[in-house]
């Protein structure tokens, strides 16, 4: 268990996932850069991260709320919780206006809690919002995935799915927590928490994923790398040159 003074954000671990350099320069050395992708996605947190409640006929929204696990040992805000009242007929009467086209798997839904201000037993379902559209590594899913966590253990609750929302494509995609996701996510947070205690930046490695990486400038990946190419040259041939 871990103590409230020793809370890593949840959104270190998407950063983590996409760059461990990446992870380093922001959390470690306090290095932030814009660039249009995070200006746009900050744009469609501040719409969603309000702070407030609202009621919507059988489901409730609850906006920028706080969470906190402290068997993982990380805080943050989910953009949106829904908490969707359970009908008696059970889960053919879902809402589905309020959760777009629920997939088939969504009846895995085991989350039935009790409200303090509402009668009545509720799903909770976290929401993300994400500029972009669905990439091809889970780094959204695991943030999604953590959220999930910090809520099932606010809320002594199981949580199978939510929901991310993409700007550029303006839909939701379905995240089932299932075990992969949640071992992979466990997994990240476990390193997470190991990089934070070690302090140490990685070295820079030029890939693909750097085009897009808000931090290029500062990380330089390319004189950074080849600096160091140059470096284990240098040493192999100091090397070669004493051995005979
Ligand atoms: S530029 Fe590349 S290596 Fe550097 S932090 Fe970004 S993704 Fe990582």
């Not at 990380?74 to 829904?82: K, P, Q, W």
């Not at 972009?132 to 609750?157: H, T, W, Y």
């Amino acid at each position: 268990m871990f103590s409230e003074d020793n809370l890593l954000p949840i959104s270190a671990l998407q950063h983590l996932a996409f760059c461990e350099r990446q992870w380093a320069l922001i959390h470690l050395e306090g290095q932030w850069m814009e660039n249009r992708l995070t200006v746009e996605g900050k744009i469609l947190h501040e719409r969603a991260d309000t702070d407030e409640t609202e009621v919507r006929g059988d489901f409730r929204i609850a906006r920028g709320l706080r969470l906190r696990s402290l068997r993982l040992g990380l805080s943050g805000r989910a953009d949106i919780v829904e908490f969707h009242q359970i009908e008696d007929s059970d889960n053919e009467n879902m809402p589905e206006e309020s959760v777009g086209s629920l997939a088939q798997s969504d009846s895995l839904i085991a989350a039935n809690i009790m409200l303090s201000n509402a009668a009545g037993r509720w799903h909770p379902i976290p929401i993300e919002y994400k500029h972009g559209r669905v990439k091809n590594e889970p780094i959204d899913e695991v943030q999604l995935c953590a959220q999930a966590f910090c809520l099932e253990e606010m809320l002594s609750a199981r949580i199978n799915v939510g929901y991310i929302f993409y700007g550029k494509t303006r839909r939701r995609h379905a995240v089932m927590f299932d075990d992969k996701l949640r071992t992979h996510t466990e997994s990240l947070i476990h390193k997470l928490h190991m990089m934070n205690d070690a302090r140490v930046t990685p070295v820079a490695r030029y890939e693909k994923k750097c085009d897009n990486c808000s931090l290029y400038d500062a990380c330089l990946p390319k004189t950074i790398g080849q600096a160091r190419s140059v470096k284990h040259y240098l040493d192999q041939t100091w090397r070669s040159v004493i051995s005979g």
